[in-house]
């Protein structure tokens, strides 16, 4: 059974830092590229990065590129997200997703408070 | 990187038959055949249900259907029932190896 588990959300003040954490099970992890998507209170999803099955590339929406970095740790079927200069608006529930062109399986989310 | 064009909310009764939009641009919609519709009840995890605009992942019901064409994708739920009222989103890979969701639509079972 595929599993997704994210963890590391919390509160944290306005240019504060957070790094969130999906492990995973299931599937062969190292095989697939993955991906951090968020939800913000009252928003639709928005997609935040990704990031191939070898690291090789990673890629970000415009409004995180400089603050967030995505990395994954293969040998503990791991996803990250470290989230730096943290902002008002990154308040959301962040989602780690498989991708194999579409986001096929999803994890629960962890929740990112922003606020002083 | 502008969301894609969803209605906010569309609603029918049950047994009917609805359809959702999902308008983007050259860069998304119009370019890729990426494209795919996730459901969502609040606190859970979203899941798909459409991928390549008209393929059903294994065990989602047939109930479920989608098209394409141009800039406009659309999901069509037919025999419509009370566990499908739910957010529903359209999601397109983009220029520049990025995802784009839509604006999110809210199916109502009356």
């Known amino acids: 059974e595929v599993q997704l588990v994210e963890s590391g959300g919390g509160l944290v003040k306005p240019g504060g830092s957070l790094r969130l954490s999906c492990e995973v099970s299931?599937?062969?992890?190292?095989?697939?590229?993955m991906n951090w998507i968020r939800q913000a209170p009252g928003k639709g999803l928005e997609w935040v990065s990704s990031?191939?099955?070898?690291?090789?590339?990673?890629y970000y929406i415009d409004s995180v590129k400089g603050r967030f970095t995505i990395s994954r740790d293969n040998a503990k079927n791991s996803l990250y997200l470290q989230m730096n200069t943290l902002r008002a608006d990154d308040t959301a529930i962040y989602y780690c997703?498989?991708?194999?062109?579409?986001?096929?399986?999803w994890g629960q989310g962890t929740l990112v408070t922003v606020s002083s | 990187q502008s969301a894609l064009t969803q209605p906010a909310s569309v609603s029918g009764s049950p047994g009917q038959s609805i359809t959702i939009s999902c308008t983007g641009t050259s860069s998304d919609v119009g370019s890729y055949n990426l494209l795919s519709w996730y459901q969502h009840h609040p606190g859970k995890a979203p899941k798909l249900i459409i991928y390549?605009?008209?393929k059903r992942p294994s065990g989602v019901s047939n109930r479920f259907s989608g098209s394409k064409s141009g800039n406009t994708a659309s999901l069509t739920i037919s025999g419509l029932q009370a566990e499908d009222e739910a957010e529903y989103y359209c999601?397109?890979?983009?220029?520049?190896?990025?995802?784009?969701f839509g604006t999110g639509t809210k199916v109502a079972v009356l």
């Open positions: 990031i191939t099955g070898s690291s090789n590339y990673k």
């Open positions: 997703a498989r991708s194999s062109g579409s986001h096929d399986y």
């Open positions: 299931g599937f062969t992890f190292s095989t697939y590229t």
């Open positions: 390549e605009g008209n």
């Open positions: 999601c397109s890979y983009a220029a520049g190896n990025t995802y784009v």
